[in-house]
């Protein structure tokens, strides 16, 4: 009986074994921005004046704010009423600001970000495909839809390596 009981587990455990070489996950959003056209692209964006401006003002903003909140904590006990009210419409109008503030970055940096993965996206498929088909990869998983996967079956970063060598 112990000798089945083992003979059961040791098929069921080399079927894993031998899958293992079979299935790969990616990270095709982290493999893409990882790249240097990725890279350069955000850069060109920082070093663009009104982006610069942009940034500046958000900086000033937080800054005005963690002011704001730093005065209070100082003087709030002897304010009035009214001091406190006021207090409280310019952190809101602060606060208002500082989101829309960051909503533009996040706009021009996704706007960036989204023509990269456009540019890159038939590039990586090839890559996968090369890198698949070189390892023998016949199930290839999103990074996310895996519970677990051991850092050796990512391909995420070879594919990084294989698109920064193609040009």
């Avoid at 079927?15 to 350069?40: E, H, M, P, R, Y």
């Avoid at 663009?48 to 940034?55: G, L, Q, V």
């Amino acid at each position: 009986m112990n000798k089945i009981i083992i003979g059961l587990a040791a098929l069921v455990f080399s079927g894993f074994v031998s899958a293992k070489g079979d299935i790969a996950v990616i990270d095709l959003q982290t493999a893409i921005l990882q790249t240097n056209l990725a890279k350069q692209e955000l850069s060109k964006l920082d070093s663009n004046p009104e982006f610069s401006a942009m940034k500046a003002k958000f900086d000033s903003l937080r800054a005005d704010l963690a002011n704001l909140n730093k005065d209070a904590q100082t003087n709030k006990l002897t304010w009035s009423a009214e001091q406190i009210e006021e207090f409280r419409k310019k952190v809101d109008y602060k606060r208002a600001d500082l989101e829309l503030a960051s909503k533009k970055l996040k706009s021009e940096q996704n706007a960036v970000l989204q023509k990269v993965m456009q540019e890159m996206a038939p590039k990586a498929r090839i890559a996968i495909n090369e890198i698949a088909t070189a390892e023998g990869i016949s199930l290839l998983l999103d990074r996310k839809a895996a519970i677990y996967a051991d850092a050796s079956v990512n391909l995420t970063d070879k594919v990084t390596a294989k698109l920064n060598k193609a040009k």
